[in-house]
């Protein structure tokens, strides 16, 4: 058997057949009328108009035959349509093409087979109405004729069908519009596009009769490569990933990104891509697995204007895609145009709004001023802050440069010069400047000036940002005015002063006064330690002082010396005190006064007062020693009145010998002058020494002076003759002070570490207001010149620095009108009272 | 030891000198030699011979000490007794003066009319 030829125009041939619809269509009697005639006719058992399509040959009408089809590698009509004159086989049993074809051997046994073509108008042969008989025949050119009439008829019918085929184009195309003005409608009523493009698409496919396909926005990459993302697309999910991919990504949109497909195909041409035997398209990119089939792609880029934005991608419909298709769809590729570009305009839109919502709030926020110029630096816009800044209004200062309206005589120049020359490169700059208000005042601004680019880069011009930093300027010259005002006190200063670091001790600053005596520049005093400049012995007062400084914060007053460059000394106050700087560095500030003249005056002050002193007793030696001797009856018996009276003189001179020994102890002990012979002894014979001395002078004031007896093994570490000194005053003030035929106590009680001896009396006892400055020169208690009783006033100012000279302390117990006790407490001396 | 009859006295105070003249021979029954300086003293003493020296520390030209020193130079004089006169009587100041050489030191001011007692008592 031979298999029958394709034909060479067998593509067409099928898309021919293929748009006349009658494939699997129901039997009609327009077609059976004629075949029932044609049998008739020619007296065969079967008439038959045979469709022949890509399998197979189809029966659109039969007569005398049962089946409705057969394969085309059977089929007689397979042969007939390859020319277009009729075709005619006597004795199929005798013809070497279909002796052996199973329609011959077997049933219907066909012998004679007559069939006259059916050709388009084209051209195309799409199939047969042929006549069949199960004996030999042969067809006079008469009946030829009448075959070849038959079919034309067949042929009118298959035409009138065609046509009919066109109204029904006509319904597509109203359809069609109906579907464009739907997803117009729908487009301008949704919020969203998208469910305009998806009923859009639902429409498309109906019309077109295809299985699925997308309406996909093309958009290009940072690289310039277009891709795709769908508005729309037929869910064709085949399992549960794509499905899930499906649902996450439908709907805000899927990209494809691939190039290498049929779509991509005809993104990359621009030009619609037809693919009807996708399976051997060499521009298909192949498939996932599980896709389902694709028999046939049509991919339609879509432009609006002369941008490309959309594509229409669509899939299996039966026969495939041809031309007429995209020209049928064309009102409909527009309207997709049209609503892809609206759709990203309202997009683009929708995003310019919100960005715009946020910098108007921004700008209308900002108490900042902002000037927005064009390349020239001319202004352009400005906002509220600026006029609020500079006083100006948009309408004063567009065109303008701002710089000729703001700046004067206090604006720096240099700063000028630096925006200028910033702004000649196209650079931004960020300044501090004096800008003047519209109303003359100055002011002072930060400007931050950057430079504004389009999309390509390309400077459009440049907007600034102005912040008033008048404030923060005035606060800052404060601040230096102060500091300044701080620095010039701290160099004029006549007193040193120094700041150290706490931990290392190293000079962070330090004023000309302090390096003055010292001899020393500045930078060869700094680099020195400590020590260099503080003599070893003062090392356990500088440990004292250091830990005053730990504990309290502070130091001093505490004099010591210091050492010169020459290596000479000089005296030194300091006082101190711990301090932060703001990065919570821990400092000591230091005032070193030089007290060197200080030191000179009190030493010219005290050798004064010794000098005073030795020259007042040198007279007073005589005067004593003359009134003694006529006192003492050395030249003769006096009158009684001149005994009198000399007695009063030879008293005062007494009094004022007294005087001058106590200024000259006082000065010394000042001056530290006054030796102290310290020795460990009992206590008890110092007090029984003391009440011996000074019994005849309580005797004169009538007192009674009493020893309380006291613990034999109490021992002092004392200089015998000053603690007698000291007992002495405290005993004869108490004597002066005591009521005649009073009582005077002298005790003394131990504790662990010291000693007290009580004086106690029974006198008026001390007054509130004369406690305080009891133990200071020249104090008395009654400063009138009318003094009742005797005294320097210096008593108890040399018994205080006495005491204190013997490690002891002087203090007083008093209730006014109760008499007073006052006592010295003395350590308790620690050696064996046997040694 | 034999008892002191002759003092010679160095005060450049002429008050003083005239109180403690009065003090020592009407009080205390010396038998006197005054003299207004060291240099004087010096002259004077080897004739006078005296028991015991009274010397006020502080004069101008030769002090107390000075004189003393010179004196001691004086082989007849060597050996007489020497005592200070003066208001410097710190223990310390004692201690200095009597390792000078000095047999005594006599507070200033002193007292009229005990002053030969305190003598008598050197």
Redesign the interface.
């Known amino acids: 058997m031979q298999l029958p030829p394709i034909p060479h125009d067998e593509s067409q041939r099928l898309r021919a057949l293929h748009e006349l619809n009658l494939l699997d269509s129901e039997a009609e009697e327009r077609f059976d009328r004629l075949t029932r005639l044609a049998r008739q006719t020619f007296g065969v058992p079967i008439a038959l108009v045979s469709l022949v399509d890509e399998q197979r040959q189809w029966f659109k009408s039969r007569q005398g035959l049962d089946a409705c089809e057969t394969g085309r590698d059977v089929s007689f009509c397979a042969h007939a349509i390859l020319g277009d004159d009729l075709f005619e086989v006597c004795d199929a049993s005798q013809d070497p093409r279909f002796a052996d074809n199973p329609l011959v051997t077997g049933g219907p046994q066909i012998r004679f087979y007559a069939g006259a073509p059916l050709i388009t108008a084209e051209g195309h042969g799409i199939g047969t109405l042929c006549i069949i008989d199960t004996r030999p025949h042969q067809l006079s050119s008469d009946e030829r004729r009448a075959l070849r009439d038959l079919a034309d008829l067949v042929m009118l019918e298959i035409e009138q069908a065609d046509y009919r085929q066109e109204t029904r184009g006509l319904r597509s195309a109203r359809q069609l519009t109906e579907a464009i003005s739907s997803a117009q409608v729908q487009f301008i009523r949704e919020a969203s596009p998208r469910l305009a493009f998806d009923d859009l698409l639902t429409d498309v496919l109906d019309l077109t009769v295809s299985e699925y396909g997308f309406i996909g926005e093309v958009l290009r990459s940072r690289d310039g490569a277009p891709y795709l993302k769908t508005h729309a697309i037929t869910n064709i999910a085949w399992n549960a990933e794509t499905r899930a991919f499906y649902e996450a990504n439908a709907p805000t949109g899927m990209e494809f990104h691939n190039l290498d497909t049929l779509f991509g195909a005809a993104l990359r041409g621009e030009k619609p891509v037809i693919a009807n035997d996708p399976y051997h398209d060499p521009r298909r990119g192949g498939l996932p697995e599980g896709h389902p089939a694709l028999n046939a792609f049509v991919g339609i880029p879509i432009h609006h204007g002369d941008e490309l934005v959309a594509m229409l991608g669509l899939a299996n419909r039966p026969g495939g895609y041809d031309e007429n298709l995209l020209a049928f769809l064309q009102p409909l590729l527009v309207t997709i145009g049209q609503l892809v570009a609206a759709a990203r305009a309202q997009q683009q839109h929708r995003e310019d709004q919100r960005l715009l919502r946020r910098l108007s709030r921004v700008a209308s926020e900002a108490t900042n001023g902002v000037v927005i110029t064009d390349v020239d630096g001319r202004v352009e816009w400005i906002n509220e802050g600026f006029t609020r800044l500079s006083g100006y209004t948009l309408k004063e200062i567009a065109g303008r440069r701002p710089g000729d309206l703001l700046q004067g005589a206090e604006t720096d120049p240099e700063t000028v010069a630096r925006m200028h020359s910033a702004l000649g490169r196209d650079e931004g700059f960020e300044v501090d400047v004096v800008n003047y208000h519209r109303a003359g005042t100055p002011y002072w601004v930060r400007i931050q000036c950057s430079p504004l680019e389009d999309e390509q880069g390309r400077l459009q011009g440049f907007m600034a940002i102005e912040s008033d930093i008048s404030e923060t300027k005035r606060a800052t010259h404060a601040l230096q005015a102060s500091e300044t005002r701080l620095r010039g006190l701290f160099e004029l200063s006549p007193i040193g002063i120094a700041l150290n670091d706490y931990e290392t001790g190293e000079f962070v600053d330090l004023n000309q006064a302090l390096l003055q005596p010292t001899g020393y520049r500045r930078e060869e005093f700094v680099s020195l330690s400590y020590w260099d400049v503080t003599p070893k012995e003062y090392e356990p007062q500088e440990m004292q002082q250091l830990e005053s400084l730990e504990k309290t914060g502070r130091y001093g007053p505490f004099e010591k010396e210091y050492i010169r460059k020459d290596g000479s000394r000089y005296p030194v106050l300091l006082n101190g005190m711990v301090v932060f700087d703001n990065t919570g560095r821990k400092l000591i500030w230091s005032i070193i006064e030089d007290i060197s003249e200080r030191k000179r005056i009190e030493r010219m002050k005290s050798e004064f007062i010794s000098t005073v002193s030795?020259e007042l007793?040198?007279?007073?030696?005589?005067i004593?020693?003359?009134l003694?001797?006529v006192?003492?009856g050395?030249?003769g018996s006096l009158p009684d009145k001149a005994r009198e009276m000399l007695e009063i003189a030879h008293n005062n001179s007494r009094r004022l010998?007294l005087l001058i020994n106590d200024l000259?102890d006082m000065e010394?002990l000042v001056a530290g002058k006054?030796?102290f012979?310290l020795e460990v002894q009992p206590l008890q014979s110092l007090l029984e020494q003391a009440v011996r001395d000074n019994q005849s002078y309580a005797d004169h004031f009538g007192v009674d002076l009493e020893l309380e007896p006291t613990d034999n093994e109490v021992q002092v570490n004392v200089d015998a003759?000053r603690l007698q000194q000291v007992l002495a005053n405290l005993l004869s003030n108490a004597a002066k002070f005591s009521p005649e035929g009073g009582k005077i106590m002298l005790s003394a009680s131990g504790g662990k570490e010291v000693v007290r001896i009580s004086v106690a009396d029974q006198g008026p006892g001390i007054p509130e207001e004369f406690r305080d400055r009891i133990f200071q020169k020249f104090s008395q208690a009654d400063a009138s010149d009318t003094r009742q009783k005797p005294g320097t006033g210096l008593g108890l100012a040399i018994s205080r620095e006495l005491v204190e000279h013997m490690a002891g302390n002087i203090g007083f117990e008093s209730v006014p009108g109760e008499g007073a006790t006052f006592y010295v407490e003395l350590p308790l001396a620690r050696e064996s009272h046997q040694g | 030891m034999s008892t002191v009859e002759r003092i010679l006295y160095v005060e450049d105070e002429e008050d003083i000198r005239a109180v403690a003249q009065l003090a020592l021979e009407s009080v205390g029954g010396f038998t006197l030699k005054s003299c207004a300086s060291g240099e004087e003293a010096l002259r004077e003493a080897e004739a006078f011979a005296p028991d015991l020296i009274l010397l006020d520390v502080m004069m101008p030209g030769m002090d107390g000490p000075s004189t003393l020193h010179a004196m001691r130079e004086i082989p007849a004089l060597a050996d007489v007794p020497v005592a200070f006169m003066t208001a410097k009587v710190q223990p310390t100041e004692i201690e200095y003066f009597k390792s000078l050489g000095a047999r005594e030191v006599i507070a200033k001011p002193f007292d009229p009319m005990t002053l030969a007692e305190q003598v008598r008592s050197i």
């Open positions: 030795h007793r040198t007279p007073l030696t005589s004593s020693g003359s003694g001797l006192m003492g050395a030249a010998g000259l010394k006054m030796h012979a003759s």
